[in-house]
């Protein structure tokens, strides 16, 4: 919906604040990542929809770059959404989207932003990378491209695809998918990116087109089962794209598999392990148990929570294309570095994760807070592969 | 470099850039806040770390003669954390840590930023047995800001929570960094100490004599077990009579009370909470059966007082839930918006209170609603006047506003006076105020701010 779809109900914010909390109140820190960050009352869930308020209905304010810096380092989370105990809730996520429609379409969204939007438009990917070497991951791999028939596409998306750490867990995953003997392929060349991020950054009209260009593909092969790398993937496939394709995060595939003795992860996998929930996994799509029963199943495997985890699982801060924009930016304070801090305070030796956005954004902020040598980011598939007879 | 830009720069040094702004957008939030209060004028807005960056804050603004207003939650609605004369707005609540808490003499040291959602969530997690007094406000609200008005909260058994402060760390407005209270002069925060009792220097001076940064805050046992009873009646005349009967029992942590005039059903009715605790079921039957017998000795058969035995689950919610979601009000008019007139009254002002609060909505086309609270032993009520309204709509802004200013003009012909009082209502309350005791606010302010930099345009009459 367009913001004008919300004009009676953006001011109803009291900027109460709920919403920059976990549902207990955890005092280990706001769960709202870029007031987390920021700590000004301008970057939280209620200042900005007291800004959207003022400069896009009102008319207050007049809209500008950093109005656009503020709307533009929210991850969409979703924590607001969750934890806003209005009855329009739901809606704030939806508004701050909608707000971002606003600001593309008068020209005002941070220049990363707009080179995010355009390299997505002119290569399928925010990289610039070419298309054909969205191939590369899976190369010296028996990973193959999807055939007509197969059970099952393998959708990679842009990041487990292009970036270099991430795509062990896309190797990782291809290598658990082909020792559960279930036909599979992956696209290649011929995928493009899913546009979820796009979407959270407000370019509707480059969403619809990249959701038709994937959807072309997939029925041009035909189609019907469709397992994602990246939770991002998932909940713009699940969601957001035609209901004809039957979509699975690929936690669920596997949690399935293990379940059916398909998979055999009796070789086990030694270690202490605590799980980061993503929010686009949790948060948008309610799937807090499957990475769980997975990492519970496979002997050996010790699983410790953080403090706040499942429904107040604290963003990597990566979401709404931040893993590229870098609005948030680095430093102490940085979601990041401060889920690993939380990730190491439990004494896991492992910070497991089951999407490729947070595997870059920890990844690096493991390596800020010089905790190499303590605790590993592993992808949930390559604990899996691990652990596979 | 001009002045402005010398102080955005200084603010930098201090805090970092990422922590000051004077752009338009943050300037905006900081100038208004969730009540009626019109928006008014903020230079800048920093959110430091440690004491040294808030003394270092309070040198500058007495260097460049700039104002300065601390910040907690900011959600007293009634405009006190929106500067008057412009200048810097300190938003304190990075300085968040929890620094001790002493299980013996129970009592807990904290920063002046911590929230009452964090300090309430460490306790349950480190500390089960203890717990804090802890208001209805959203949990955003600073256990400082709170302690700083004269708050109240879960625990008003034992008072208002200013009672339960056993010292503070101040940065003054020259800039000294001063402890009071046993600190003052032991390494321990146990008490305000048999000492000149300083902190009354603070406290309920809107941030006008100085920037608290730490305080000391007694803690009281958690018992395992939290129930309720609920007494309805239709004439407020019994309040005082029932209010006096239960504190009589000293059976009750909480006694709140509450009339609303939507749903139908609930109109005209005077509902009477009473937090109980304990720690087996058999103390909460205990404890119920006594207050139970209280409706038997009030009132006759045409003015009773009723004891609700099936108590509706969104009720016990209301009363039970830590903490209550008091907010719920600003959304009774689809509007965000929401201010209440607390006005601080001896109890047996409850019934008229009562009666001509309900003529003062009905004047301004509003429904009536009100959430009162008993502090001590029923030796004060907080009543709250409640009043939400619509902030897309100026008319209905300004019906607030009006039936804010005819209340607290209610409360103080009453006796009373209004609670974290406005500009408009401070200056009600100068009025009436012995001309004397003005005078010595007048005189302690100069003496501790001669430069007048803090929260400048507060309790100037
Ligand atoms: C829905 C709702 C329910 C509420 N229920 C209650 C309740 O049950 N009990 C209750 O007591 N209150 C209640 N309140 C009122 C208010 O929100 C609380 O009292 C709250 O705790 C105030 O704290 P704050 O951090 O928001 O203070 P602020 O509004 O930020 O500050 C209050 C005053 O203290 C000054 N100040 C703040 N910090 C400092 C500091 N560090 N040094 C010096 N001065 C400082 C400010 O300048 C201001 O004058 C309620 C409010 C709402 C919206
Ligand atoms: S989004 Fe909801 S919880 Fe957050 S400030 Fe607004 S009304 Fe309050
Ligand atoms: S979606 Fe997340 S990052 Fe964005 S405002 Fe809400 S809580 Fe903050």
Known sequence: MALKDYKDIIHRCFRCG?????????????????????RLESYSPGGMMWLIYASLVKGELKPSKHLSQILYSCTMCRNCSQECKFKFNEDIVNILKAAREEMVDKQLVPQIVGQFLTNVYDYGNPYRELKQNRDNWAENTEIKHYEKGDEFLYYVGCVGSYDTVSQKAARA???????????????????????????????????????????????????????????????????????????????????????????????????????????????????????????TAIPGVEL????????????????????????????????SRIRVREAHDTGANILAVACPVCMMMLEDALKAEGLEDELAIKDISEVMNAALL | MGREELIYNSLVDIAGEDLVSNEPEDLYIYSRDGGTTKPRRVDYVVSPKT??????????????????????????????????????????????????VNESSRYVIIEAGVSQGALMSYLKKNYPDLQHSMPEAPSIATVVGNLLIRGHGSLSQYGDNSNMLNGIEVVLPTGEI????????????????PLPDLAGLFVGWFGTTG???????????????????????????????????????????????????????????????????????????????????????????????????????????????????????????????????????????????????????????????????VMSAGHEVMFGFNYSFNRADEKDVERAKKAMEDTNKLGLELGGIPWKADLQAQ????????????????????????????????WEG
């Open chain 1, 18 to 38: 709920y919403c920059k909390f976990t549902s207990d109140y955890s005092y280990l820190g706001f769960n709202c990542p870029v007031y987390s960050k920021y």
């Open chain 1, 173 to 295: 995953l291809g290598s658990v998918l082909l020792k559960s003997g279930l036909p599979f392929g992956f696209l290649g060349s011929r995928e493009v990116c899913d546009g979820n991020e796009v979407d959270m950054l407000g370019e509707k009209g480059l969403f619809e087109f990249l959701k038709e260009e994937n959807t072309q593909i997939f029925k041009e092969l035909g189609v019907k089962k469709i397992v994602t790398l990246s939770p991002h993937s998932y909940n713009a496939l699940k969601n957001n794209y035609s209901n004809e394709f039957e979509v699975f995060h690929y936690t669920q595939l596997l949690r399935d598999l293990v379940k059916s003795g398909k998979l055999d992860v009796s070789r086990g996998f030694k270690a202490k392990v605590t799980y980061h929930d993503p929010c686009f996994l949790g948060r948008y799509n309610n799937e807090y148990d499957a990475p769980r029963e997975i990492l």
């Open chain 1, 304 to 335: 410790v929570e953080m403090e706040r985890t499942k429904e107040n699982s604290f963003c990597c801060g990566g979401g709404g294309g931040n893993f590229y924009t870098d609005i948030l930016g680095s430093g102490k304070d940085s979601p």
């Open chain 2, 51 to 100: 004491v040294e960056e808030v003394q270092k804050i309070v040198i500058l603004a007495n260097k460049e003669n700039v104002p300065i207003t601390p910040m907690g939650g900011g959600l007293t609605l009634n405009g006190l954390v929106i500067p008057v004369r412009g200048g810097i707005v300190i938003d304190m609540k990075r300085m968040d840590r929890i620094i001790e």
């Open chain 2, 178 to 193: 001063c402890q009071v209270g046993s600190c003052s002069t032991s390494p321990h925060w146990f008490s305000k100490g």
């Open chain 2, 211 to 373: 920037i608290v940064t730490k305080a000391s805050l007694r803690l009281y046992p958690r018992p395992e077990k939290r129930d309720m009873v609920l007494f309805a009646t239709q004439n407020p005349d019994l309040i005082p009579d029932v209010i006096c009967k239960i504190t009589q029992t000293r059976m009750a942590d909480n006694i709140g009370m509450m009339e609303q005039e939507k749903p139908e059903y609930m109109k005209g009715y005077q509902f009477i909470g009473v937090i109980i605790s304990g720690d087996s079921e058999e103390e909460i039957n205990y404890k119920k059966k006594v207050l139970g017998k209280i409706p038997q000795a009030c009132g006759d058969s045409e003015n009773k007082v009723t004891l609700l035995e099936e108590i509706p689950p969104s009720s016990k919610e209301r009363f039970l839930e830590e903490p209550p979601f008091a907010a719920v009000a600003a959304d009774f008019r689809k509007g965000g918006g929401f201010q209440y007139c607390g006005i601080m009254m001896p109890i047996e002002k409850v019934p008229e209170a009562w009666r001509r609060g309900i003529e003062i909505a009905h004047k301004h086309g509003m429904l009536f609603q009100c959430a009162n609270q």
């Open chain 2, 427 to 458: 200056k009600q309350i100068v009025e009436k105020m012995d001309p004397n005791t003005f005078e010595l606010m007048k005189k302690v302010k100069k003496l501790l701010d001669p430069n007048g930099i803090m929260n400048p345009g507060n």
